[in-house]
């Protein structure tokens, strides 16, 4: 016999229920996006923004919001790509990371979806970082770059300029010991090897050049050429020479990239190289605009004609393949392209837009940093490619590690770029 | 008298219908992914491309020319030894001192020992790094003190003392738990057997040697068989705290596999590592299986 008592709870945890189930509207959709994670409070809150808007004009979605720190992102994206509980939008780099994806037909094409959307907004010629064999399979968002970020109160007191070559830096690295033994030029967190890689990318770009780099990076190249230029040794020998001469912070590969700029921040370290999402986390962290910016150092023995670019990428996003709502994900993203977004990213996130039609409207209100570089980018030539983003996973994966070994010296330049020379030699066979 | 044969057809209904649940989980989460793992590791495959190719026992050739799995494999039998050693070693030290040592604040003293056990291995791993951090961290001050220095990479930017560190991190947040249940052995001891042994002269020292460890045997090899479980399946503070790094110091087979899955997409090659590192767990289960049955 049922206990007349249990009926009332009963009745109501169902009639909840059923309330429940009538309450999600029948066209109800769930978007899900994933991003990198991040510590800057505008990009958060520009998130915010941008989801509530998006929701606002599609009654009945709700955007899911996941962020991952970069390397469990990079970890995480391919094989939930493959499931069915993967995002429909995600993040990427306009590089070998997104190629690889619509290679593989993991990505979306996204080509015929631009028509009265992003391609009424941007050049359709800045598709081509996330294009494969001519179509689209991404959209890009805004642009990166990576700066010497520097103290000036540092170097204002003690009558220092900062370096522009590299034999200036190292005869810094000097100075700056002297003035302060505990103090370091510059903090490097390379705990998790893309600081140390990214380093490398830029002194590589100057010794080997920036069309050479690409060939091999590419795996274009003959066999017998591929990754042979003797600049690649050069760069890496550079790293060790910085190490030697007290340049970086101690244990850099025991830092990590939030521990570098809190060393920069709280003065342990001069300057530090940094990207253009820095700003934002160096105010956070107390020193609220005490910094200048800087190109990094020309390389001194490094050809003319290799200077004049600067490391950077441009970011944006792709949508899956497996994606059940891929026009309400190009919704989406053709939100983040719109002129107040792209101006309201560059406010609060520090994004350097790829639509600048709405900028003039919010000039005022940007950051001095980013301002500054809105107003350097166009003097350079160009980006100089970054090894971890456009080069295959697996090479990646022998360079940045070997970074560490340089670092430390239990390698020489030449043992690792015979290892990475072998490990491409093998990606490109299995092609 | 035999029974009924509808009897006993019940009997085995209701002992089935009663397994079935746990046997329904175990064929899903152990057994299928099992067999999926053994059946994988003979294929080429990989997440970018899906590449699905038989390859035979291929990866297991491979994976005997592996530098890096050879470097992984040490570690983890130096992470397996050492962890006993300072784990179950320290946890019987503090576990006799608080049985029978001391007398006042028992409670207090098991409870800061037992304390980091309870806080998550990232949260740990975050605040040793920290902590051994060269630049930001307070051991080369402590060490100053009594004259020492640290390498200039601090503990685990060395790569001959990374692992070390590694395993000294995993000693101070485990060694509380091999404590408790050391001490929990230790009180099932009767009274009854130290008051004999005391009345032949057999005390202190000896009386920890000849009576608590014989009888708290097969305690202690449980404990070092969840020592050397733990030291294989290691993978969360070596993350956190170095990376696998610097270089490849401080890989072991757990992060290793995760690597060759979710970095290198070579979802084949990371099968072969996994039934590998299967069977040494196997081996290592085995062997102390049969320690605590003689």
């Not at chain 1, 009945?60 to 493959?82: R, S």
């Not at chain 1, 005490?290 to 490391?311: K, R, T």
Request: charged residues 20%.
């Amino acid at each position: 016999m049922h206990n007349q008592s249990s009926r009332g709870p009963r009745a109501l945890t169902l009639a909840l229920g059923l309330a429940a189930v009538i309450a999600v509207p029948a066209n109800a959709q769930q978007l899900k996006l994933w991003e990198i994670s991040s510590t800057n409070e505008g990009v958060n809150q520009n998130w915010e923004n941008v989801i509530a808007q998006f929701e606002a004009e599609h009654p009945g979605v709700e955007v899911v919001m996941e962020t991952f720190d970069t390397e469990a992102f990079k970890q995480g994206l391919a094989v939930a790509l493959t499931s069915t509980s993967g995002p429909d939008i995600f993040f990427n780099w306009g590089s070998e990371d997104s190629a690889v994806l619509a290679r593989n037909g993991l990505a979306a094409d996204v080509t015929d979806m631009g028509e009265g959307r992003w391609l009424d907004k941007i050049n359709a010629g800045l598709l081509a970082p996330f294009s494969v064999e001519g179509r689209a399979y991404g959209v890009p968002s805004h642009s990166i770059a990576k700066y010497m970020y520097y103290n000036t109160a540092f170097y204002e007191e003690n009558g220092l300029t900062f370096p522009t070559t590299t034999d200036e830096l190292l005869a810094m690295c000097k100075t700056v010991r002297e003035i302060d033994p505990e103090v370091a030029f510059t903090s490097l967190g390379n705990r998790d090897q893309w600081k140390g890689i990214h380093y490398v990318s830029m002194l590589t770009a100057e010794y080997v050049g920036v069309d050479a780099m690409l060939a091999d990076m590419r795996l274009q190249n003959s066999d017998d050429a591929m990754f042979t230029d003797p600049g690649y040794t050069k760069a890496l020998a550079m790293m060790r020479t910085m190490e030697e001469e007290g340049c970086f912070q101690q244990g850099v590969n025991v830092t990590t990239a939030d521990m570098s700029r809190t060393i920069f921040a709280s003065g342990l370290a001069t300057s530090i190289y940094c990207g253009t999402w820095c700003p934002g986390t160096f105010d956070s962290e107390g020193l609220e605009g005490g910094y200048s910016m800087a190109p990094f150092p020309a390389v001194s023995d490094a050809p003319e004609e290799n200077h004049g670019y600067i490391l950077g990428l441009t970011e944006g996003f792709q949508i899956s393949a497996q994606s059940q709502h891929k026009e309400l994900a190009a919704d989406f993203i053709d939100l983040i392209l719109s002129d107040a977004v792209q101006a309201e990213r560059l406010v609060l996130a520090g994004r350097i837009p790829v639509n600048g039609a709405g900028v003039g409207a919010v000039s005022d209100e940007v950051h001095p940093a980013i301002q500054h570089v809105v107003a350097d980018l166009p003097n350079y030539k160009g980006f100089a490619p970054i090894l971890d983003v456009d080069l295959d996973g697996r090479i990646v994966e022998v360079y940045k590690r070997g970074i560490q070994d340089v670092i430390d010296g239990r390698v020489t330049p030449e043992e690792l770029m015979a290892k990475v020379r072998a490990e491409a030699l093998a990606v490109k066979s299995e092609r | 008298m035999a029974q009924p044969p509808t009897h006993h057809r019940r009997d085995t209904i209701s002992a089935l219908t009663l397994l079935a649940p746990a046997m329904i989980l175990f064929g899903a989460f152990i057994l299928l992914p099992l067999m999926q793992t053994f059946a994988w590791s003979l294929y080429r495959y990989e997440v970018f491309g899906g590449v699905k190719e038989f390859v035979g026992l291929d990866n297991f050739a491979k994976l005997a020319g592996d530098e890096v799995f050879g470097i992984a494999l040490i570690n983890n039998l130096k992470f397996a030894v050492l962890s006993v050693v300072l784990q179950v070693g320290m946890g019987l030290v503090l576990a006799a001192l608080l049985d029978r040592g001391v007398r006042r604040f028992k409670v207090v003293y098991r409870t800061i020992i037992f304390a980091p056990i309870l806080v998550s291995t990232a949260a740990v791993g975050l605040l040793w790094s920290l902590i051994l951090n060269p630049s930001i961290g307070p051991v080369d001050d402590w060490l100053g003190l009594i004259g020492l220095s640290a390498p200039r990479n601090g503990l685990l930017g060395e790569p001959a003392f990374a692992i070390y560190g590694v395993i000294f991190v995993g000693a101070w947040q485990y060694t509380g738990f091999m404590m408790v249940i050391l001490l929990a052995g230790m009180q099932n001891v009767p009274e009854e057997t130290y008051e004999a042994a005391r009345m032949d002269g057999c005390k202190g020292l000896r009386a920890f040697f000849h009576i608590t460890l014989p009888t708290i045997r097969n305690v202690i090899i449980t404990c070092c068989l969840l020592t050397v479980i733990g030291a294989f399946k290691v993978f969360d503070l070596v993350y956190v705290l170095t990376n696998g790094g610097p270089g490849n110091a401080t890989e072991v087979l757990a992060s290793y596999i995760f690597r060759n899955a979710f970095e290198f997409g070579q979802i084949g090659y990371a099968n072969a590592l996994s039934v590998v590192f299967l069977a040494i767990a196997f081996v290592f289960g085995l062997i102390q299986f049969r320690m605590i049955r003689r």
